[in-house]
């Protein structure tokens, strides 16, 4: 749900299907595997504009995004596997979990992503996931710009704290709901203690 969104957010062209099969790539950025060369590596670059950026923005509850560039390459893996490395840089502004106040990230990450052809889906209730999350099932496209908004994804932090804020002195809280401090909590601390130091006596 989260990438179909942000793809559309980003002004990519909608996939039609003839026999089965995409007639036009997922985005500007794909690639077709069938014009891969075998012997060669084929590289990218994808630099998102103002107007990108502030639609992946918008979609991961940014206050803002921007110098992000994601760059690699795709070669094969074998007989018919392929191989995506890249980097991706990217400089996010969220605010702070405890002050609200903006905080920096600067975010420089190596991506691996293996496209593999005899992929099995694994059916069942309870399935034990795979340890390595960077294998994909391999399609008629590899899609760069897909990768590079779920490796952004999982990249921003999820509890971002500015330099000077206080650890503990908030915790997130339901909406309309006081966040419980660490001031709040010290009568419950104390009263804990005495539980403890009484339950303590009637031992002995």
């Known amino acids: 749900m989260l990438l179909s969104r942000l793809t559309q957010g980003l002004a990519l062209v909608q996939e039609t299907k003839v026999n089965g099969m995409s007639k036009t790539p997922p985005s500007r950025a794909a690639l077709r595997v069938s014009d891969l060369a075998q012997n060669a590596k084929t590289s990218f670059e994808i630099v998102p504009d103002q107007t ?5 923005a918008q979609e991961l509850d940014l206050s803002g995004l921007r110098k992000m ?26 605010p702070c979990g405890v002050t609200l106040a ?3 990230t600067r975010i420089d990450v190596p ?9 099995q889906e694994v059916e069942g209730e309870e399935v034990e ?21 779920e490796a952004l994804s999982l990249e921003v932090p999820a ?36 539980k403890a130091k009484l339950e303590g006596e009637n031992d002995g």
């Open 111 to 119: 991506v691996t992503r293996l496209f593999v052809a005899d992929w």
């Open 129 to 149: 996931m795979p340890e390595d999350d960077s294998i994909e099932p391999l399609k008629q496209w590899i899609d760069p710009e897909a990768v590079m908004i």
């Open 52 to 56: 990108q950026m502030a639609a992946l």
């Open 69 to 94: 560039r994601f760059e690699g390459e795709i070669k094969a893996e074998g007989k018919a596997d392929w191989r995506l490395t890249a980097k991706l840089g990217a400089t996010v502004i969220q």
């Open 159 to 194: 509890y971002p704290r500015a330099p000077d804020a206080e650890l503990g002195e908030a915790v997130l809280a339901e909406p309309g709901v006081a966040p419980l401090t660490d001031e709040a909590m010290r009568p419950f601390a104390g009263l804990a203690d005495l």
């Open 102 to 104: 903006p905080v920096t």
